[in-house]
């Protein structure tokens, strides 16, 4: 059985994780933001603009699916299975961008992602089934995975890397 969330739970949930995931990258100097191996080969910089990534794709499934749009989670031919293959071409894709434009995409993309999330109606966020794309699950999922669940994981690994560093 799927956990019971209010929207306003949700939307308190990204905006506490985002809170966390800040403050760890507000300790950090310029050289460990940039220092490959935190995480696998990536540095906390390609974990940003993994995060970026993500919220996009989370935005878009929102978006097409509040106009009524038929919703592709995945690419044609490719299963949930093709996750870390994604990853590694966002990383290869984004390795040589700069710290200041990574920086604002993090930036801008949050602003994105939670205004997406605060647009759902709550019945659209909420009941399982309301989108048939969903295949019975709630849309909060879909949101929570790319928005706080995701700023969680990877502030515990930034924070795990460095240690370790």
């Keep these: 059985m799927t956990e019971q969330i209010t929207k306003q739970e949700l939307l308190n949930q990204i905006e506490s994780e985002r809170r966390r995931l800040e403050a760890t ?27 970026v990534v993500w919220e996009q794709r989370m935005i878009g499934w929102v978006n097409q699916g509040l106009r009524g749009e038929r919703v592709r989670m ?3 031919g490719d299963t949930w299975d093709d996750v870390d293959r994604w990853n590694h071409e966002t990383y290869l894709d984004h390795k040589d961008d700069s ?23 709550e ?10 794309w969903r295949e019975g699950e709630p849309l909060w999922l879909v949101v929570a995975a790319n928005t ?7 502030d515990e690994s930034i924070r795990a890397g460095l240690e370790a560093a």
């Design 74 to 76: 995945l690419p044609p």
């Design 148 to 154: 706080c669940w995701h700023y969680k994981e990877h």
């Design 123 to 132: 019945d659209a966020l909420l009941e399982p089934g309301y989108f048939d």
């Design 25 to 51: 990258l507000a300790q950090l100097s310029e050289e460990q933001v940039l220092r490959p191996g935190v995480e696998g080969e990536w540095s906390v910089k390609d974990i940003l603009i993994h995060i």
């Design 99 to 121: 710290l200041p434009d990574v920086l604002e995409q993090f930036r801008q993309s949050y602003l994105e992602a939670l205004s997406a999330a605060s647009n759902v109606p």
